[in-house]
């Protein structure tokens, strides 16, 4: 995935000269009516996906290159999520932030 030719050694970059990556939009309405019914974000890189409840339990994961969360059968509210990007050369750069679940 992501042109690479073989699995790399993962570098976990923490503090770097590189801005985060930045994840948009921050809310969706799963009401089945065809438009914005999942969160998802689109990378060449593989990511994995965590979202958190409020209490910090991991209620959703997801990796590959899209990655997406369709709400399940949780109530409307904001949801923490953490997105990693693992690049062709290893680097792994993380973003967190909300995600506003809308019903």
Same mark, same amino acid.
């Given at each position: ?14 503090? !770097? ?11 969706? =309405? %799963? ?6 019914? #999942? ?22 994961? !997801? ?11 949780? =109530? %409307? ?6 997105? #990693? ?19």
């Amino acid at each position: 995935p992501g042109g690479c030719l073989s699995p790399p050694a993962l570098v976990r970059v923490i503090n !770097d000269d590189e801005p985060r990556f930045p994840v948009r939009p921050t809310a969706f =309405t %799963p009401n089945n009516d065809g438009r914005n019914d #999942e969160w998802f974000v689109e990378s060449t890189d593989v990511m994995t996906l965590l979202v958190f409840d409020r209490w910090g339990r991991l209620i959703h994961k !997801d990796s590959g290159q899209t990655v997406r969360w369709n709400g399940g059968d949780y =109530t %409307p509210g904001t949801y923490p999520y953490i997105l #990693e990007k693992i690049s062709c050369m290893g680097k792994v750069r993380s973003t967190h932030g909300l995600i506003n679940l809308i019903r």
